[in-house]
């Protein structure tokens, strides 16, 4: 089954730094990867998603993620951290299950605390 | 604001008792998703409705249930409720049908806590 492992738990940066979440997938298809970020007692919402085409995909709030697959990774980055970055990001795997049905299959999750 | 939307947003209720969450999905989206967060097991898929039928079940306890109306909104059924069960219970909706690579639209979840 697809899934997805997110390398650390906390990711501590600069105002102004550079960002980078760390997700490595697990998938015998070509996979359907997103990222999703959750601010504090709030849902989620999506920063962005790869289906199929370009392997650099731009989202929102000035994210990015790309998608090697010789490295089974979707990463995101953001070339410059702001203070309202910081929240709980989730990479997450389309994942098919039987009778036609389909739903994320998420990391758990990165903690990223933005510093002045 | 995503357009879902979770009643309620807060829920108190002790071990053994039976609650209801209610979702409404965003207006036109068929589909519909559960999922668990807690600080153990993290996000986790429940169960997806499709236009009022089950189409897949995750880790999904025995004692849970749910189900999609023809009006579309749905309701998770949590009953015999034990202390671990309390967390954060997310609803979210797709539209388009139900293709694997659409983007889910998370409501703002229901706080379940379980004394």
């Known amino acids: 089954a697809q899934s997805v492992t997110q390398l650390g738990s906390h990711v501590s940066v600069s105002e102004g730094a550079l960002v980078l979440l760390r997700c490595n997938y697990s998938?015998?298809?070509?996979?359907?990867l997103f990222w999703y970020v959750q601010y504090p007692n709030q849902g989620l919402q999506l920063l962005l998603k790869y289906t199929t085409g370009a392997t650099l995909v731009k989202g929102i709030n000035g994210f990015e993620a790309e998608f090697k697959k010789s490295e089974t990774s979707f990463h995101l980055t953001k070339p410059s951290a702001h203070m309202s970055d910081a929240a709980e990001y989730f990479c997450a795997v389309s994942r098919s299950w039987s009778n036609s049905g389909y739903a994320l299959n998420f990391g758990k999750g990165t903690s990223l605390l933005v510093t002045p | 604001d995503s357009g879902v939307t979770q009643t309620p947003k807060h829920l108190i209720t002790a071990t053994g008792q039976r609650v209801t969450l209610r979702c409404s999905p965003r207006?036109?989206?068929?589909?519909v998703y559960w999922y668990q967060q807690s600080l153990d097991q993290g996000l986790q898929f429940l169960i997806q409705?499709?236009?009022?039928?089950?189409?897949a079940k995750g880790n999904i306890l025995e004692r849970f249930s749910a189900q999609q109306f023809p009006d579309l909104h749905s309701e998770l059924n949590l009953s015999s409720l034990e202390l671990g069960d309390s967390a954060l219970y997310f609803c979210?909706?797709?539209?388009?049908?139900?293709?694997?690579?659409?983007?889910?639209?998370f409501g703002p979840g229901t706080r379940l806590t379980v004394l």
């Open positions: 998938s015998s298809v070509p996979p359907y």
């Open positions: 979210a909706s797709t539209p388009w049908g139900q293709s694997s690579y659409n983007e889910q639209f």
């Open positions: 207006s036109g989206d068929l589909s």
């Open positions: 409705y499709y236009n009022g039928e089950e189409r």
